[in-house]
Antibody, heavy 119, light 107 residues
Framework: EVQLVESGGGLVQPGRSMKLSCAAS????????MAWVCQAPKKGLEWVAT????????YYRDSVKGRFTISRDNAKSTLYLQMDSLRSEDTATYYC????????????WGQGVMVTVSS | DIQMTQSPASLSASLEEIVTITCQAS??????LAWYQQKPGKSPQLLIY???SLADGVPSRFSGSRSGTQYSLKISRLQVEDIGIYYC?????????FGGGTKLELK
């Protein structure tokens, strides 16, 4: 059974940093691209970043470029999102998702972790 | 970025009714269109990918279609467990973008 379990969220002050983790199990982690998708309170889904199966390529939405870093440790089957210079508009639930490139879809999602940026 | 415009924003329907949700792409995305269902308090789940292909375990009452740059999700006979918010998403180009969502409620 595919499982994605996020951790690391919480309350953080504007301008500070936070690192999210996503532990994957039930599939061969290093065969798949992975992504982070966020959802602000009562709002829709917004793609944040994607990393290729081997970590060689990364992609970001414009609003997080230069502030967020997606990475992965294939030996630990874990995905990360380092978030620096956080802003109030980054407040959201962050989902880890497996991206099935051949299908152009996020086929498995974690339960999500809430990040609140506030003083 | 490719804009995905979903309609309606909300929809109230009766059990066993046929429900259709549409998504208009701002440019050609081919068949790179997926649909997701998000139940209250839960994470999204993939329903359909490649415009028409059902994801594993998705009931056959769900179907997807396309006419040009307009995409549709159809629920043939609405069930209680289908209540939630539905999103479309394009993967034709980066960034992948989602529609604004359609909230489906029971009448």
């Amino acid at each position: 059974e595919v499982q994605l379990v996020e951790s690391g969220g919480g309350l953080v002050q504007p301008g500070r940093s936070m690192k999210l983790s996503c532990a994957a199990s039930g599939f061969t982690f290093n065969n798949y691209d992975m992504a982070w998708v966020c959802q602000a309170p009562k709002k829709g889904l917004e793609w944040v970043a994607t990393i290729s199966y081997d970590g060689s390529s990364t992609y970001y939405r414009d609003s997080v470029k230069g502030r967020f870093t997606i990475s992965r440790d294939n030996a630990k089957s874990t995905l990360y999102l380092q978030m620096d210079s956080l802003r109030s508009e980054d407040t959201a639930t962050y989902y880890c998702a497996r991206f099935r490139y051949s299908r152009g879809a996020f086929d498995y999602w974690g339960q999500g972790v809430m990040v609140t940026v506030s003083s | 970025d490719i804009q995905m415009t979903q309609s309606p924003a909300s929809l109230s329907a009766s059990l066993e009714e046929i429900v259709t949700i549409t998504c208009q792409a701002s440019q050609n995305i081919g068949n790179w269109l997926a649909w997701y269902q998000q139940k209250p308090g839960k994470s999204p789940q993939l329903l359909i990918y490649g415009t028409t292909s059902l994801a594993d375990g998705v009931p056959s009452r769900f179907s997807g279609s396309r006419s040009g740059t307009q995409y549709s999700l159809k629920i043939s006979r609405l069930q209680v467990e289908d209540i939630g918010i539905y999103y479309c998403q394009q993967a034709s180009s980066t960034p992948p973008t989602f529609g604004g969502g359609t909230k489906l409620e029971l009448k």
